[in-house]
């Protein structure tokens, strides 16, 4: 299997938008049956080795536990009860309303009430349209689909490397619906005081000063794929700071900056892991140095923080 295999936006851009729109249906489902954690660490997908799941869902009170996956190979959606029962329909062949539709309906076969309380896109052209209307989405191509699978999965690992490194608070690896990208974050123990207009998303995700890193397919705003890392808030000099390789570069974006490294450029690159790992570095080091974080402390070579152990 190739590493990092291309993936352009314009290559499947019709699919994308559908997909996006079926794992928000499922995501907002997920938000609305799972336990809530601290940073919305509850609401993102995990990979599996077929595809993207909710993990099991609900709560632990004798009501339905359940699991909806994403087979990007067999290309089905798969729901799945704690009693073993399971009901399943094919990815392609739906619009978003179809799609909506068979979703509540295989919850609903396996006693599971769980629906969207907003059911409609979250941030996307079309906030404004219910699921249930919407049959405009229905592209689907399924080498595309698996093609996105693989190079979630591919940059999941290189994730978890680079998780590895940091002895502090730091997220799990999730595959985040409402933006679609996948993302690691490293926090401090500062405590961030967000503007009082600030919507709860934001206070919640930026409760502590973070440093996020992680991959994006692409968008109308950035349309190609790209490595990102970003610092929250942003320490006055940031984007003044040096990146490596020298093809990552300091983009604006939203009044702040995003280190990107894109995808083509990191594919061009004689070890393109290699190039990757050195960019989520070189953008952490530049973001914790200047916002004060010890970072010779929180380091974590390989993983360990047993100093007998410890190289």
């Known amino acids: ?20 729109r079926f794992t928000q249906i499922v995501g907002k489902i997920r938000l609305a049956a799972g336990i809530r954690r601290n940073h919305w660490w509850h609401v993102p997908f995990h990979l599996t080795g077929r595809g993207i799941t909710t993990r099991p869902t609900g709560r632990a009170d004798g009501g339905p536990i359940f699991t909806v996956d994403f087979d990007l190979v067999g290309h089905r959606l798969v729901v799945s009860s704690l009693d073993g029962r399971e009901v399943a329909f094919p990815l392609q062949g739906h619009s978003v309303a179809s799609f909506y539709r068979e979703t509540l309906r295989a919850l609903e076969l396996l006693g599971v009430t769980a629906e969207p309380d907003l059911p409609h896109p979250f941030d996307l052209p079309d906030s404004g349209r219910p699921f249930a209307d919407d049959s405009e989405h229905a592209a689907y191509d399924p080498v595309l689909a698996t093609r996105y699978w693989q190079v979630l999965s591919q940059v999941n690992l290189l994730l978890e490397e680079f998780a590895a490194g940091y002895a502090g608070k730091v997220s799990p690896v999730h595959h985040f619906w409402h933006t679609f990208d996948i993302a690691c974050t490293r926090f401090s123990d500062r405590v961030v005081d967000q503007p009082a207009d600030a919507d709860p998303v934001t206070r919640e995700a930026y409760s502590r000063e973070v440093i996020s890193s992680g991959f994006w397919f692409g968008d109308d705003t950035f ?7 970003y610092t929250a808030p942003e320490p006055p000099g ?11 570069e300091w983009v604006p974006q939203r009044g702040s900056h995003l280190a990107i490294l894109r995808y083509d450029d990191a594919r061009a690159e004689k070890s393109p892991r290699d190039a990757v790992l050195s960019f989520y570095q070189s953008a952490y080091e530049a973001g914790a140095r200047l916002a004060g974080w010890d970072v010779e402390a929180l380091a974590c070579p390989g993983g360990i923080t047993d100093p007998v152990a410890a190289p």
Do not use: N, V
């Not at 299997?1 to 996006?20: C, G, R, V, Y």
């Not at 349309?223 to 890392?229: G, L, R, T």
């Open 223 to 229: 349309p190609e794929p790209a490595f990102y890392s």
């Open 238 to 248: 940031l984007a003044d700071q040096p990146l490596r390789p020298g093809t990552a």
């Open 1 to 20: 299997m190739e590493l990092f295999p291309a993936i352009p936006l314009a290559e499947w851009q019709d699919t994308k938008a559908t997909l996006h």
